[in-house]
């Protein structure tokens, strides 16, 4: 038997209050990290994959709802007390942002950012943080750490200072990082070295990571299992290698078909429609408005997961059309 | 007056806020030098600010008294001088009070949003619609006149100008993401308000303290004037202007006119050095 996963997500449901009623915004989201996997969560803007990192993380803003259960080493997140809670948040996991620059108070210094956390929470005291803050920098590849220590967010380049957040995420060892499109925000000959930084940061430390992306073939490249996102709901889990090379999902084969290509110079194609919000879904498949493949049924009845190759994926045909969807994606 | 933040005071301060550096430089030292007149005042003045010579009363200005002297014959240049420490003293207290709890006030608001914010802003516009003078005004009455029940008075007064300045600030801060950051990494609400959001307000907090200071100033002096702040013979500037009133009609203006002089110089000097202040903090666009 394998052992429980560090990290699961089970029928996660979160709704908005909205005028009276209520709005989905994730539905029946299920998914897990095991110890020292990496596991990335993939969708457009608004697909819901930031609100379940949020949800996980216990930073739903007002007004929201979670339901299901979230797991973390086999305790319940959602239930958490105060104390356990800040325990959770600044001990076991850590949140890397996409826009460092926002999430940092720019009238300290990156010394003063980095250490009053681990200090104040007591994990070590000031010189030892500093220390062991420096040893970090240097590990991701920060020149003169001391110095930078003395600095100012402004006096700091994005890729830099993306790099001091992983160091503040690793500083207080946690088990699981969640990435929020770490790389997104930066400049693009800054995004390899930086996804690159972080992954083998996270390897060598045997950390778990949660990475959020919209950017299909970066997640296949550095994750181990992909959970592929649509209108607020998982449409197809399984191995990264396996998804990119053999969708099981017409919207995952739709968007690996969008990506473009360095090999043959073609028109760059689109997805048909647009993409929807969880409240916008009707009874039916979300995907089937823009589905080349939906029928009746898809427009009627939502698709349950299915079992298929080793993956689970949402779809009412994905038997039917599984052949045809590798087609079309190559 | 205390109605400074009404439509014209708004005005005023858009105009000061736009006169440019000139006005800043200007208004740091004129505003600077009133403050080193408080503090080295009494020991500058030419004469005991307190000594009467009935034989050199009313005389007007001249070499021996550069500004006169007054009905009892003391200098008015010693008394004015001397009475900038008390005068001084006065708003600076007020704005100490006010500055203190409406800050305090606005990053409680902020920080806590929704139904708390809601409360807080209703009770600030009660406040706002208390005309500050007659506040003090009463409070002397209840408490007796001196100093202590116009300046507590007035520090009430002025709190909500300095919450509903400071509290706009704190909103955008509170919702910065340095904030979240903070929360995750295990600090308690009250570290992140002490230690991050008090010192990033600060700019703010300075400005709308150095604009209110020249307010504050007014109403004190002008509750002074009235009869029921500072009480002469102590040498204050209201108390001046009003001991002065009775020398108006012999046409000796030189008491009420120096005191009065001062008081708008001060008030003005530290308006503009507000207004400069807070369009140079970011926290007004």
């Known amino acids: 038997m394998t052992p429980a996963p560090l990290f699961r997500i089970q029928d996660l449901h979160v709704r908005l209050r909205h005028r009276g009623g209520e709005r989905t915004l994730v539905r029946e989201v299920s998914l897990s990290v095991r110890s020292g996997q990496s596991v990335g969560l993939v969708g457009e803007s608004g697909s819901g994959k930031s609100v379940s990192i949020k949800a996980a993380m216990r930073l739903l803003p007002r007004g929201t709802r979670a ?163 649509y209108a607020g709901s998982i449409v197809e889990t399984g191995p990264s290698a396996e998804i990119s090379a053999r969708p099981l999902h017409p919207y995952t084969a739709g968007l690996l078909q969008c990506r473009p290509s360095t090999a043959e110079v073609k028109r760059l194609t689109a997805i048909p429609g647009r993409p929807v919000a969880a409240h916008e879904a009707g009874t039916g498949c979300s995907f089937a408005p823009r589905c080349p493949f939906a029928v009746e049924r898809c427009r009627a009845e939502r698709p349950h997961d299915r079992s298929i190759e080793g993956r689970t994926v949402a779809c009412h045909r994905v038997e039917e059309i599984a052949d045809r969807l590798e087609e079309r994606a190559s | 007056m205390a109605v400074t933040l009404g439509t014209a005071g708004e005005l005023t301060r858009r105009r000061f806020a736009s006169l440019g550096r000139p006005a800043l430089i200007a208004s740091t030292l004129v505003a600077g030098g009133l403050t080193l007149i408080a503090v080295i005042g009494p020991w500058i003045a030419p004469y005991d600010p307190d000594a009467t010579d009935v ?96 300046v507590l008075a007035l520090g009430v007064v002025y709190l909500p100008y300095m919450a509903r300045v400071v509290r706009s600030v704190a909103v955008r801060e509170r919702h910065r993401g340095y904030v979240e950051s903070l929360q995750l990494a295990g600090m308690s609400s009250w570290r992140i308000c002490l230690r991050h959001l008090v010192p990033n307000v600060l700019p703010i907090v300075t400005a709308q303290g150095t604009y209110g200071f020249g307010s504050a100033l007014a109403d004190f002096a002008a509750v002074s004037f009235l009869g029921l702040g500072i009480q002469p013979p102590a040498a204050e500037w209201g108390v001046m202007v009003s001991e002065g009133r009775s020398e108006l009609l012999d046409g000796a203006l030189q008491q009420s006119l120096s005191a009065g002089t001062l008081i708008v110089v001060t008030v003005v000097a530290f308006n503009v050095l507000g207004a400069q202040l807070s369009s140079r903090s970011g926290g007004r666009r």
């Open chain 1, 67 to 229: 339901e299901g259960r979230i797991a973390f080493d086999g305790g319940d997140v959602l239930t958490l007390g105060r104390r356990e809670l800040a325990r959770y948040r600044s001990r076991e996991v850590a949140l890397i942002h996409q826009d460092p620059r926002a999430h940092i108070n720019p009238t300290r210094t990156v010394g003063a950012f980095l250490t009053e956390g681990v200090v104040h929470t007591g994990q070590m005291n000031r010189a030892e943080a500093t220390e062991r803050a420096c040893a970090l920098m240097a590990d991701v590849g920060i020149t003169d750490a001391a110095r930078r220590l003395h600095q100012y967010p402004h006096q700091l380049s994005g890729g830099l200072l993306q790099r001091v957040m992983i160091v503040a995420a690793l500083l207080p060892s946690p088990r699981l990082i969640f990435a929020d499109e770490p790389t997104t925000a930066l400049d693009v000959t800054v995004q390899s070295d930086v996804m690159a930084i972080l992954l083998e940061q996270i390897r060598e430390r045997q950390v778990s990571m949660l990475f959020v992306t919209h950017d299909l073939d970066l997640a296949a490249a550095v994750t181990d299992r992909l959970a592929v996102m």
């Open chain 2, 55 to 150: 034989l050199a009363a009313h005389q007007g200005p001249g070499a021996r008294h550069l500004l006169g002297t007054d009905s009892l014959g003391r200098d008015i240049l010693s008394r004015a001088l001397a009475g900038a420490r008390l005068s001084f003293a006065g708003p600076a207290v007020i704005m100490l009070i006010s500055t203190i709890l409406g800050t305090a006030l606005a990053i409680f608001s902020a920080w806590h949003g929704g139904r708390v914010d809601r409360m807080v802003n209703r009770l600030l516009n009660v406040m706002f619609s208390v005309p500050g003078v007659l506040v003090a005004v009463l409070s002397s009455a209840v408490f007796g006149s001196g100093f202590w029940a116009p």
